[in-house]
């Protein structure tokens, strides 16, 4: 038999792959202090400055151009303004201008935007303290001002008003979060312990909490549930829907108060009549929010946590928020307002609309046609102005109405269940009885909702015990 040499062959190593770290990200040049805050004309403003953005690729960007992401995540500013700043090297990925605005994004990647920032004013109501010890602070949190530096709002939040008011170094910790346009109790830590602690209270739903909302018209007595679902439409408005596709949501509601319209002078007479010409009243009678006259004031208490329950569960009861500028607005949802509209057909329709809200139009809510708000506010409304910053060549808005600083929702009581803790907040001035009307300034036990929760928790165990037997 013969022997042949056969040559030894070789697979090349494969070298281990070394993880690359992005590059230094540029950040925000300075940190002004004491912070750049105006106070006038009961507003908190703050004079513009430059800052750095920088933010990690979310899931949801991955794969998509880098102009895409901007034009349909931020409101701010218009598409060619992004699309400028990424070629002018202002919108940098891992610290280095890309060569496209259709630049791919990938996980991992982190997006920077440098600007000339203009923050929108806030109240200067103050922050109210209602508890605080060792380890927690619990305030009465003003309406319209959010709780972390988000979006268009840095300085002009809970964290950095209260940083700015007991120094620089101090570090508050939000427990929970209100919306920006809501009011009421809010947790602050003052270490992570404590927050931790609080946090992990709430998170195992082991906190009550009860809101109270002015809405328009006569709201049934009674106890009323409702467990519609939520989804969310549109993350880059902050819309919601009632939708059955949707997450799991609860709410009690129980009246706490009617107050039907107050007559005005030449209404008083016992002869009064309809003076409506023919055209007004056909106009009306398409107008289904005309019929719900008056306004109540409703306890709230949602047993899950979904963005916007409260405020969608009374606009699917068709009861919404009387100067909710979103889901209590006609132009955007039409004359009936969503009520018992849990269908996805016109939701592209209401994203087109309400996104003109605050640009071309103003965020109009049904509170407009109520007689205790005086005309000037109906004129006074933030929206662009037409003109441009010297300096960057950033839209203007007008200052806010103050019928724009936040909705007549009001976070009123936490309570842990146990029993070992209680803060609450009166009764806000909207939801007073009006001039010449009597009504509750407080609260009874024959009102409270929180007394409902055991029953409910009660009334869904036994019905899960009948469908698993």
Request: proline share 8%.
């Amino acid at each position: 038999m013969a022997l042949t040499t056969v040559e030894e062959v070789t697979s090349p190593q494969s070298k281990p792959e070394v993880f690359v770290p992005p590059p230094p990200v540029v950040t925000t040049p300075c940190d002004p202090w004491p912070r750049p805050y105006i106070l006038e004309d009961g507003l908190r403003k703050v004079a513009p400055y430059h800052f750095t953005y920088k933010t990690y690729c979310k899931e949801r960007w991955r794969g998509r151009e880098l102009i895409d992401i901007f034009a349909t995540e931020f409101r701010d500013r218009p598409q060619a303004y992004y699309k400028d700043a990424i070629e002018r090297g202002n919108v940098v990925v891992n610290g280095l201008q890309v060569t496209t605005v259709r630049e791919i994004i990938k996980n991992g990647d982190v997006i920077s935007h440098s600007l000339h920032r203009h923050e929108p004013p806030v109240t200067a109501q103050p922050i109210g303290i209602v508890h605080e010890d060792n380890d927690m602070i619990v305030i009465n949190k003003p309406a319209g001002v959010p709780v972390h530096p988000a979006g268009r709002y840095n300085y002009n939040s809970i964290i950095e008003i209260m940083r700015a008011e007991r120094g620089h170094g101090w570090n508050p910790l939000p427990c929970n979060r209100l919306d920006r346009l809501t009011s009421g109790v809010m947790f602050v830590a003052k270490h992570p312990k404590a927050a931790e602690k609080l946090c992990k209270q709430i998170q195992g739903r082991t906190v009550k909490k009860e809101y109270v909302a002015r809405v328009i018209g006569e709201f049934p007595e009674g106890d009323v549930t409702c467990e519609q679902a939520i989804m969310q439409i549109s993350p880059k408005l902050g819309l919601n829907r009632a939708r059955a596709s949707g997450k799991d949501a609860r709410t009690i509601f129980k009246r706490l108060a009617y107050y039907p319209p107050a007559l005005r002078n030449d209404e008083a007479s016992s002869n009064h009549s309809d003076t409506r010409t023919e055209k007004e009243k056909v106009r009306d009678s398409k107008m289904a929010w005309k019929s719900k006259v008056g306004f109540s004031i409703v306890r709230c208490l949602p047993l899950t946590g979904r963005t916007h329950q409260i405020r969608v569960h009374l606009q699917y009861l068709g009861h919404p928020i009387s100067n909710d500028p979103i889901y209590c607005n006609q132009r955007v949802f039409g004359p009936t307002l969503a009520a018992g509209d849990d269908l996805p057909d016109d939701d592209e329709d209401i994203i087109s609309r309400l996104s003109k809200m605050g640009k071309s139009h103003v965020a109009e809510s049904l509170a407009y046609h109520d007689e205790m708000i005086e005309e000037y506010n109906k004129k006074k409304a933030e929206k662009m102005t037409g003109q441009f910053c010297e300096i960057c060549d950033t839209p203007l808005y007008s200052d806010p109405g103050v019928h724009e600083l936040g909705i007549y929702l009001h976070a009123k009581r936490y309570a842990c269940e146990e029993g070992e803790w209680e803060y609450e907040t009166p009764l806000p001035e909207w939801a007073l009885p009006p001039p010449g009307m009597v009504g509750p300034t407080g609260v009874t036990a024959d009102t409270d909702p929180l007394a409902l929760v055991g029953k409910f928790r009660e009334f869904r165990s036994q019905e899960f015990e009948m469908k698993t037997f």
